[in-house]
């Protein structure tokens, strides 16, 4: 093996490790990012649902009733 060859071979596999590293630390963020929208996510949550049980015990959903339609009553011939 030449020199030329070692120095490229030894180039390859610094190469790879930098990517494997970066590979890793992309996955580290990539995970705090995820964590993070959960957790967020989990709070708003709670608080729009504390906020729904709230308004329904102050002023209970009353649901409107309705009018029914009356058909013109047919006329006999």
């Known amino acids: 093996m030449t020199l030329d060859q070692a120095r490229q071979r030894a180039e ?4 790879k490790e930098e990517r494997q590293l970066d590979a890793r630390k992309a996955m580290t963020e990539y995970d705090a990012q995820a964590r993070a929208t959960r957790e967020k996510t989990a709070r708003l ?11 329904q015990t ?10 029914t339609k009356r058909r013109p009553a047919r006329r006999e011939k």
């Not at 949550?45 to 308004?55: D, I, S």
């Not at 102050?58 to 309705?66: G, H, I, L, W, Y």
């Open 12 to 15: 390859r596999n610094f190469q």
């Open 58 to 67: 102050e002023n209970p959903v009353e649901r409107p009733t309705k009018p």
């Open 45 to 55: 949550k709670a608080l729009r649902l504390a906020a729904e049980a709230q308004a």
